[in-house]
T-cell receptor, first 110, second 111 residues
């Protein structure tokens, strides 16, 4: 039911952009893409979400392909504090069920 | 800023002893949820609530109860805890057309 596929882990050098991919090939027209991250065992933290247009906020950018079957979360200048597990979730906008998959463990290295 | 307060943060207890984990919010959100997180299984939704007196099952509701008598609070009740309910629990507010904000978690150990 997770509906998304992410690589289990990625490395990124500090100060460089981190590009985290997510495959959601069965996404429906009314499902949004959400990204969260979890640092150690803290509560997951909301990052960004979008439907089909690219989105940017103070934390990250979200690039969604034209066919909406995949997306990429971009952290423009990764820091050591960005080391976390990143979750990509697809969800109907006004629906309350969230399915968290296994996520991607991002390791930011000095 | 959204604030979700869970209590207790840590609890060690024994099988069969009823316990309640409280969750309160300061944002007047209609939506609230409970999750459990286990190694290798990720976060799984237990129950959610869309408003006062409106609750529904998530993916793993067995062995849990919830209530939503007022908008501010959404307690998770384990009537007869068992060792397989040892886990890290998170309460979240928001949902629907809003992002969720999570509490700091409650680590339960049931012996």
């Amino acid at each position: 039911d997770a509906k998304t596929t992410q690589p289990p882990s990625m490395d990124c050098a500090e100060g460089r952009a981190a590009n985290l991919p997510c495959n959601h090939s069965t996404i429906s027209g009314n499902e949004y893409v959400y990204w969260y991250r979890q640092i150690h065992s803290q509560g997951p933290q909301y990052i960004i979400h979008g439907l089909k247009n690219n989105e940017t906020n103070e934390m990250a950018s979200l690039i969604i392909t034209e066919d909406r079957k995949s997306s990429t979360l971009i952290l423009p200048h990764a820091t050591l504090r960005d080391t976390a597990v990143y979750y990509c979730i697809v969800k109907i906008y006004n629906f309350n069920k969230f399915y968290f998959g296994s996520g991607t463990k991002l390791n930011v290295k000095p | 800023e959204a604030q979700v307060t869970q209590n207790p943060r840590y609890l060690i207890t024994v099988t069969g002893k009823k316990l309640t984990v409280t969750c309160s919010q300061n944002m007047n959100h209609e939506y609230m949820s409970w999750y459990r997180q286990d190694p290798g299984l990720g976060l799984r939704q237990i129950y959610y609530s869309m408003n006062v007196e409106v609750t529904d099952k998530g993916d793993v509701p067995e062995g849990y109860k919830v209530s939503r008598k007022e908008k501010r609070n959404f307690p998770l009740i384990l009537e007869s805890p068992s060792p397989n309910q040892t886990s890290l629990y998170f309460c979240a507010i928001g949902g629907g057309n809003q992002p969720q904000h999570f509490g700091d978690g409650t680590r339960l150990s049931i012996l």
